[in-house]
């Protein structure tokens, strides 16, 4: 009973905010997602990652195998997303990028920061900072179908992660002025994703949920496996691999929807993941994170 009071206590803020942004919407209250996911992935989260970079206190041999664990990790997924997608000759532009990424930021900081604390969540970053160098290099060049991956590096997000990952590396910090005004810009991001993660939800107008709900079944299994097997073999400590898989078993992110519908890639399926998979984390996440507390 106490390791399910606990589990709900650490998803219980996330849920809460969502369901804010969830009923805000249900009672026809305007919400801008468009501005406010602008604001959240141009500024505020490029600050939250880049501070967290920079104050990280991660040991330098456990950071090393982090990053080059998620790496291999992501290039597995990505494989066997590729494989199945082919296999069941889906459009690899609307299907491969959110069986291959989660919903790492809106969801899996949260939950790592609230489940294993600010050590938890530093490792998050970094697992999140892969995810996003690689989601808006290749990913973005699968959904666009062509173009230049190299255009991902005028994305703030990529610029913040790439920046605190050169200031963590070489040990450099930030004045004090500097860090306490980007503090409060990134303090914003959590809360903002979360709601934000709500309105997106309820606005939604998803199609095919039986195929959705085999293929999300598929994604959890292969996102939750492969992490823990490349943890494992990289002989990651139990709250580092905790995290690795946490992050990479979070559910489709609401903005593989706005990529398939900016793209046009099948974006009424896409939404049909995002809602599948956001219901099924319900109880695949407490499971995760029973196992590892």
């Known amino acids: 009973m106490h390791l399910v009071l606990q589990v709900l206590a650490i998803i219980a803020p996330v849920a809460l905010l969502a369901t804010i942004g969830f009923a805000w919407v249900r009672r026809g209250l305007a919400y801008d997602v468009a501005f406010v996911s602008r604001l959240s992935m141009t500024l505020s989260t490029p600050c939250l990652i880049f501070m967290a970079l920079v104050r990280s206190k991660v040991d330098p041999g456990l950071l090393r195998d982090t990053v080059l664990a998620a790496i291999v990790a992501y290039v597995l997924v990505g494989a066997l997303a590729w494989g199945l997608v082919r296999l069941l000759r889906l459009n690899l532009a609307a299907y491969w990028a959110p069986l291959a990424f989660g919903n790492t930021g809106n969801i899996g900081l949260p939950v790592a920061l609230f489940a294993f604390g600010q050590a938890g969540f530093d490792l998050a970053v970094v697992v999140f900072a892969v995810m996003a160098i690689l989601s808006f290099t290749f990913g973005v060049w699968v959904v666009a179908g062509g173009g230049s991956p190299v255009s991902a590096l005028r994305e703030p997000l990529v610029g913040g992660t790439l920046l605190g990952s050169l200031f963590l590396v070489l040990g450099w910090s930030v004045p004090a002025w500097l860090a306490a005004s980007l503090d409060l810009i990134g303090q914003m991001a959590i809360p903002l994703m979360l709601i934000t993660l709500g309105v997106a939800i309820a606005r939604l107008q998803p199609r095919a949920l039986g195929p959705a709900l085999a293929l999300c079944l598929a994604k959890l299994a292969i996102c939750t496996a492969v992490p823990l097997a490349v943890g494992l073999a990289f002989g990651l400590p139990r709250m580092t691999l905790g995290v690795l898989v ?18 046009e890639a099948n974006p009424d399926e896409v939404a049909g993941l995002v809602v599948v998979s956001t219901l099924l984390s319900v109880l695949a996440i407490p499971a995760i994170l029973a196992f590892f507390i």
């Open 246 to 263: 946490l992050q990479l078993a979070t559910p489709v992110a609401v903005t593989s929807y706005m990529l398939a519908a900016r793209y």
